[in-house]
Nanobody, 123 residues
Framework: QVQLVESGGGLVQTGGSLRLSCAAS????????MGWFRQAPGKEREFVAA????????YYADSVKGRFTVSRDNAKNTVWLEMNSLKSEDTAVYSC????????????????WGQGTQVTVSS
């Protein structure tokens, strides 16, 4: 339905910042709520942040509140995840997902996923 491509991952030191981007194509971006999830080796995919279709409502995991900010620009078909004050426990593959309609923090509700981008935070 919609193709998603993440970018912006990399290696940073603790306390550093990164901004991840998720570019969408092939669908009507404004009809999808968007979410960011991450997965570390040996762990389940976990919710990080989500934003509703219009960009007016956001949700964050407790572990990232106050440090991460999710935003979107429907005219650019792009959603971002600004990550500040990074910690070693933030190390994971970060993926963006799209879900038609209402925003949700549940990974299984998302219908389309990007391939992910690696974020590594040195300790």
């Amino acid at each position: 339905q919609v193709q998603l491509v993440e970018s912006g991952g990399g290696l940073v030191q603790t306390g550093g910042s990164l901004r991840l981007s998720c570019a969408a194509s092939g669908g009507t971006f404004s009809t999808y709520a968007m979410g960011w999830f991450r997965q570390a080796p040996g762990k389940e995919r976990e919710f990080v942040a989500a934003i509703n279709r219009g960009g007016s409502v956001t949700y964050y995991a407790d572990s990232v509140k106050g440090r991460f900010t999710v935003s979107r620009d429907n005219a650019k078909n792009t959603v971002w995840l600004e990550m500040n004050s990074l910690k070693s426990e933030d190390t994971a593959v970060y993926s963006c997902g799209a879900v038609p309609g209402l925003v949700t923090t549940i990974p299984s509700k998302y219908t389309d996923w990007g391939q992910g981008t690696q974020v590594t935070v040195s300790s």
